[in-house]
Structures are given as C-alpha cells and as structure tokens.
C-alpha cells in the first residue's frame, strides 16, 4: 500500500500576463498556503483555472506533484531552489510517484478522499510561467507529469496530512504508462 505525506499546499486566483503580444489569463502562478484547505467537487477553494475546458471539473479537481522532482528540476534547470507550486500544482506530494500510482487509486488525505485519474500534459502556460516555450517539450521528455485527482469525498488538507491508501487498482495501468503512451500516440 502506498503511503504519503502533504509537503505543500498551493493556490492562486487567475491573473492576467502578457504573452506574445497578447494578454493571457492564467492560474499557473501558484503559491504556498500556511492554511488549511478544502477539496471540493469541482478544485481547491482559493484556487482558480482560467481555461475550464482543459483545466479544473471533476476529473482534474486537484493537481498533484511529487515533491521528489524538484531535485530533478533544480539540477536541470540550474537553479538552486524552486518554490513549492512551481509547476502549477495544488498539491505537493511526497511518497505518491508516476510510476507507482495507477489509474482509480483511492487515497485519505486530511478529511477528503480522492481518486487517481490521469497524468498531467502541460499547455504552453507551463512556458510561461518558466519564461521558455521549451520548458513545455523538457517537461513532457522528463517523464515527471504529475497527477491529477478527482475529489471522492470533499473534506479539509493541510500541510504534514498523511495520505493513505484506502484502494490500490494495480489491474489499471500505473500514470507513467498512461502518460508514456498518449505521448506515443500524440
């Protein structure tokens, strides 16, 4: 059984940002809150997605990223420390990887449930928020995609929350293999 740990939870209201020329709306530009929060059907309270066609709703409700890739990204990014939320994720995870997690998985965090539902493919937001469209193809090569949740049971998590296993579904394919294959296919 797989077993977790919150490191960071994070959050931003939707901002506007110049982007080639143009103005874009975003909620990439996440941050670290010292507070409790609450999972809700639909995201995050205190969370906001610009784009609810391709972010937010049921299936992608929380974005999760494990805390054991920021090492991975100081080192290839050349930088010595990376804040918490960097890549755009509600959640900072430790314990939970791509390679482990499969599709369905059900987890405790704090008072919510949640559920494993797919790898992470970034937009171009990633690239802004990196100030490198490059930063999107570096993001998909590394393998390292995240995981979105779907919110079983909405409830409250804070930073330290335990995240426990309540549902392995080790017959669905783990998020790595499904991240490797739509890359494949795409």
Avoid at 18 to 47: Q, S, Y
Avoid at 105 to 121: K, L
Wanted: with cysteine.
């Amino acid at each position: 059984m797989i077993k977790g740990s919150l490191v960071s939870v994070n959050v931003a209201k939707a901002k506007r940002v110049l982007w080639n020329d143009r103005d874009v709306t975003t909620g990439i530009f996440k941050e670290p809150v010292a507070c409790r929060v609450r999972l809700g059907m639909l995201g995050v309270d205190g969370d906001e997605q610009a784009d609810r066609m391709v972010h937010g709703g049921v299936r992608k409700a929380v974005y999760a990223y494990p805390s054991e890739h920021y090492a991975y990204w100081q080192t290839e990014l050349g930088r010595e420390r990376l804040p918490w939320g960097m890549f755009g994720e509600n959640l900072t995870t430790q314990g939970l990887l791509e390679s482990t997690l499969h599709i369905g998985d059900e987890f405790r965090m704090g008072s919510a449930t949640v559920a494993v539902t797919q790898p992470r493919f970034p937009c171009y937001k990633l690239g802004i928020k990196f100030g490198t469209m490059d930063m999107v193809k570096r993001f998909q090569a590394s393998g390292r995609s995240g995981f979105y949740l779907s919110v079983l049971q909405e409830g409250d998590v804070g930073i330290g929350d335990s995240i426990d296993s309540i549902q392995s579904k080790t017959s669905n394919p783990t998020v790595q293999e499904v991240f490797e294959s739509e890359l494949e296919l795409g």
